[in-house]
């Protein structure tokens, strides 16, 4: 069964650009969400998608949104980037969010530069 | 806020020892917690998740939970250097409108001296 597959791996973006990323859940799971990761901060919680719609967002600046498509797939994005916003980007799918595990993409590092 | 709190570390045990890794939280209405371990430039991988009080165990790993106390643990037996990693408690809540929200400790990283 295939993994939570995020595209791309790596990105090297300017300041001032936006970025798109993408991340393709394993089949069958309904619930995506998103985090960033940074060595000072941890895992922060960026927002939840289940269904195309976005049932919770964390602490971020609107800068920072997404969307989920039909088919489970999800989209951030991220515009006028800054370069705090370098980081490891992960997203986990699991079958529903309430009480079960997520299972982590292997995430896209973006830096800013 | 809910916060998840963990030791950073760094913890050292020698080969052979059992690792013991703990983790508080705050929101007391929380029903599932996870372990994740994460070695150095991979992602998180789920390794234990508890949604009861008392002991899970699964091979040499034992998560203990204790709701009225607000604490999770982690006990890895026979700590082997493939054990070397970072490990990040997690702590599922409702978030309203049918969500749930995993919060994440910062993690604590292990090393398994040889």
């Known amino acids: 069964k295939a993994g939570v597959t995020q595209t791309p791996r790596y990105l090297i973006k300017t300041r001032g650009q936006q970025v798109t990323l993408s991340c393709s859940p394993i089949?069958?799971?309904?619930?995506v969400s998103w985090y960033q990761q940074t060595p000072g901060q941890g895992l922060q919680f960026l927002f939840e998608y289940f269904s195309e719609t976005q049932r919770n967002k964390g602490n971020f600046p609107g800068r920072f949104s997404g969307r989920q498509f039909s088919n489970s797939r999800s989209e951030m994005n991220v515009s006028t980037l800054e370069l705090g916003d370098s980081a490891l980007y992960l997203c986990?799918?699991?079958?529903?969010?309430?009480?079960?595990?997520?299972?982590f993409g292997s995430g896209t590092r973006l830096t800013v530069v | 806020q809910k916060e998840v709190e963990q030791n950073s570390g760094p913890l050292s045990v020698p080969e052979g020892a059992i690792a013991s890794l703990n983790c508080t939280y705050s929101?007391?209405?929380?029903?599932?917690f996870f372990w994740y371990r994460q070695y150095s430039g991979k992602s998180p991988e789920l390794i234990m998740s508890i949604y009861s009080n008392g002991d899970k165990e699964d091979g040499r790993f034992t998560a203990q939970l204790n709701k009225a106390s607000q604490y999770v643990s982690l006990l890895i037996r026979d700590s082997q250097p493939s054990d070397s990693a970072t490990y990040l408690c997690a702590v599922n809540s409702y978030s309203g409108a049918g969500s749930y929200q995993l919060t994440f400790g910062k993690g604590t990283k292990l090393s398994v001296i040889p």
């Open positions: 929101d007391r209405g929380s029903q599932s």
């Open positions: 986990a799918s699991s079958p529903r969010s309430d009480s079960m595990g997520y299972t």
């Open positions: 089949s069958g799971h309904r619930s």
